[in-house]
């Protein structure tokens, strides 16, 4: 009896060549609409689907493959005699392959000036039907919805007569995984048309980027996963100019260090980041300046670190640069005498390009965590703080200059692992005190690093101040300016030791754990 196919794809490379290899082995090829005039054009006999259907394809399309003749084709079990009767006594010819990828619906979205109208009408109903009809039959019947599956398909053709059995289900699991991930796409851009921002169901599809060779350890296996409408603003849209290729850890490192910079964007500014908590950041009128104060803020923890600059790199700062053992460079962009300075004799350091026009619409995506068994969902820590709205609660008010290094800090402090304590002045940080059980732990380290550099540094505490006895410890050190939210049950207690010691002390309002 002889093999019939069904071919109807949008995406139609390598579709002639593969479509000519089965005529060659003696298929009948069933065609619609503008595979069909393809296939015709290079010459191959076809079958008109609505040869097939005794329908003709109808309403924009809209119906053509939508017929028992197709799917009873599809569905019927070779191993039931019953499904084979009703198949004869309904004049219905069993199809044994079928290659469908569907309408471009991510393709569509993602136009700029697309409307919802364009968007509807490339939602495609009947290539999901007739994908989802042949996996169930995948006993019987080979699916191919990825042209990167049309050789090895065909060598097993060529060997022995057909696919194996493990081949047809490994092509089904792809096409159930191809039209869940095209049903979530259409989920969510529906979901976000009617302003449903607590979903019942929480449908997200991802595309592999990268295998990695381990995750977080080397015990840990690992891959990196990019969203299927990406975000420009992303390690995962960064082009990579130089380097090995990126590790988990870079991975989750970059991430943090792109998402503080986001908050400094009116000057040139340079963040310094280890282990997920920055170890230095400047800001100043050049890029090159910048870098000087992100490296003098802590010239030992940078080794081995990343660094953000959000201008491009200049020939004098990557002279700069390229002496330091770093891991990662993430620039918007950079000449051609820096890039050729930060390669030479650097290998394996890893730069990265980045469009930082992105930056806005970047901070618009929720964030996910995973838990054993759960996920959680929150949007990103993005709100905008206004100093005007800020409450000196002290007796002293902050001097112009304390002022401007309460505000570097406070921006600063949000990105630093809770319990968190950050110093600085007003272009560069000074100590920091990440991630201690109880905050005049964190209060300790940040001073050591920032001893002998206190004139006119500020305070940042990433939460309130559950005991004055960290305001001893600050006024100990001779710092006169504090930032915290404010919120404890024992404020007075905090207000009252910093006014014994001439501290000015502000609260925001605005809590900023980092877990």
């Not at 499904?83 to 991510?106: G, R, S, T």
């Not at 169930?136 to 053709?157: F, G, M, Q, R, W």
């Not at 600050?474 to 915290?484: E, F, L, M, S, V």
Request: aromatic residues 6%.
């Amino acid at each position: 009896m002889t093999k019939r196919a069904l071919i109807s794809v949008s995406d139609k490379a390598g579709i002639v060549d593969f479509a000519q290899e089965l005529k060659s082995l003696g298929w009948d090829i069933i065609s619609t609409g503008g595979t069909k005039t393809a296939l015709d054009a290079a010459g191959l006999d076809t079958v008109a689907i609505d040869d097939v259907t005794g329908f003709p394809e109808m309403m924009d399309g809209r119906v053509k493959t939508l017929h028992p003749n197709i799917h009873g084709g599809l569905l019927a079990r070779r191993d039931l005699d019953t499904h084979l009767q009703a198949a004869k006594d309904n004049a219905i010819e069993l199809i044994d392959l079928v290659v469908v990828n569907l309408y471009p619906f991510k393709e569509t979205i993602l136009k700029p000036d697309v409307t919802y109208a364009s968007a509807v009408e490339n939602i495609d109903i009947g290539g999901p039907s007739m994908l989802r009809s042949a996996a169930k039959n995948h006993a019987s019947v080979t699916v191919i919805v990825d042209p990167v599956d049309y050789a090895p398909v065909l060598a097993e053709l060529k060997e022995i007569g057909e696919t194996k059995y493990e081949t047809r289900q490994a092509l089904a699991a792809k096409v159930f995984r191809h039209t869940a991930a095209y049903d979530a796409l259409i989920a969510e851009y529906f979901t976000a048309q009617v302003g449903e921002t607590k979903p019942e169901k929480l449908t997200l599809t991802y595309d592999l980027k990268q295998e990695m060779r381990y995750g977080e350890n080397p015990q840990q296996g690992a891959d990196f996963y990019q969203k299927a409408l990406p975000t420009d603003y992303s390690i995962a849209s960064a082009k990579q100019l130089n380097g090995k290729e990126l590790s988990f850890n870079n991975i989750r490192d970059a991430d943090a260090a792109i998402r503080i910079i986001r908050d400094f964007k009116e000057r040139p500014t340079v963040v310094a980041l280890k282990h997920m908590n920055p170890c230095g950041i400047g800001q100043a009128d050049t890029i090159e300046k910048a870098w000087d104060y992100a490296y003098e803020a802590d010239s030992v923890s940078i080794f081995g670190g990343i660094v953000v600059l959000n201008r491009e790199v200049d020939k004098a700062t990557a002279e700069k640069m390229h002496p330091i053992f770093l891991e990662i460079i993430i620039a918007p962009s950079y000449s051609d005498e820096a890039l050729a300075i930060l390669t030479n004799k650097k290998k394996n350091l890893r730069i990265l390009q980045l469009p930082f026009e992105g930056q806005d619409a970047s901070e618009i995506e929720a964030e996910y965590t995973g838990v054993v068994g759960g996920m959680l969902v929150q949007n990103q820590d993005v709100v905008e703080e206004k100093a005007e709205a800020w409450e000196v609660v002290t007796d002293r008010q902050p001097s112009p200059e304390e002022k401007e290094a309460l505000e570097f800090a406070w921006r600063a402090i949000k990105y630093v692992k809770s319990n968190g304590i950050l110093i600085a002045n007003n272009h560069m940080t000074l100590g920091v005190g990440p991630g201690q059980t109880n905050r005049v732990a964190s209060v300790r380290i940040a001073i050591e690093q920032a001893k002998d550099r206190l004139e006119g540094a500020a305070l940042a505490s990433d939460a309130f101040f559950p005991f004055a006895d960290n305001i001893e410890e600050i006024a100990a050190a001779g710092i006169k300016a504090i930032i915290q939210p404010g919120g404890s049950v024992r404020d007075q207690e905090s207000i009252d030791a910093a006014n014994k010691h001439g501290i000015t002390m502000i609260f925001t309002g605005v809590r900023h754990f980092r877990h």
